[in-house]
């Protein structure tokens, strides 16, 4: 499958620090999605993006989805520690779903 | 609106034994989808269903990995024999169409012994 390479791949920060991560690939897709993942449960998709240049927010969170369609980021602002879990971005080209390897986030209070 | 289904949410076997997981997707989502997720690793697809047919299962181990989707609402994965390094979450996701977002369910988590 292609791969998608996310950065980073761990992350610790103080609970009301903004938080930056992102995406890349050498394919392009039509759509990038961000979901999270808690331990022991199926990734929820928090974030969908379909056009490329789209800025779209959900609540503290800020997805992008870059201008060359080969990119996206997902910043967190003032995190708090429900935040803490696996966070993956997801790129769909034609008939397929492809995921990075995640970026967990620690958040200490 | 329900979530996607799947059972059993945990199971335990030894290798060479047979085991089967179950999905049921959202209601009137064509798309259904498998995926193997190892430990500390993103999901990997292992097949992709649009209603009953098959359109990807590129990456699906066929010498011991089977999949349907019969009447393409259901589906079952089949693993036999298993093998040490099947020990992964196995997750189904499902959505309306090609151009919409996909939704997980919680998952079986595979232990093989």
């Known amino acids: 499958g292609q791969q998608l390479n996310q950065s980073p791949q761990s992350m610790f920060i103080q609970e009301g620090e903004d938080v930056s991560m992102n995406c890349t690939s050498s394919?392009?897709?039509?759509?990038w999605l961000w979901y999270k993942q808690d331990p022991g449960e199926g990734p929820v998709l928090l974030i969908a993006?379909?056009?490329?240049?789209e800025l779209t927010s959900n609540g503290r969170l800020t997805a992008q989805f870059g201008i060359t369609r080969k990119d996206s980021f997902l910043n967190i602002s003032a995190s708090i520690p429900s935040d803490v879990g696996i966070y993956f971005c997801a790129g769909q080209g034609f008939n397929k779903f492809y995921f990075g390897s995640g970026t967990k986030l620690n958040v200490k209070p | 609106e329900a979530g996607v289904a799947q059972s059993p949410r945990y199971k335990i076997i030894e290798k060479r034994q047979s085991v089967a997981f179950w999905c049921n997707p959202i209601?009137?989502?064509?798309?259904l989808y498998w995926y193997q997720q190892i430990l500390g690793q993103g999901p990997k697809l292992l097949i992709q269903?649009?209603?009953?047919?098959?359109?990807?299962d590129s990456q699906l181990p066929k010498d011991r990995f089977s999949a349907e989707r019969l009447k393409g609402v259901d589906s079952t994965l089949k693993i036999q024999p298993a093998k040490l390094e099947d020990s992964a979450v196995y997750l189904c996701a499902s959505r309306v169409s090609l151009n919409t977002e996909a939704f997980f369910g919680q998952g079986t988590r595979l232990t093989v012994v």
């Open positions: 209601s009137g989502h064509a798309t």
């Open positions: 993006l379909y056009k490329a240049g």
């Open positions: 394919s392009i897709f039509n759509t």
């Open positions: 269903f649009q209603n009953n047919g098959v359109v990807d």
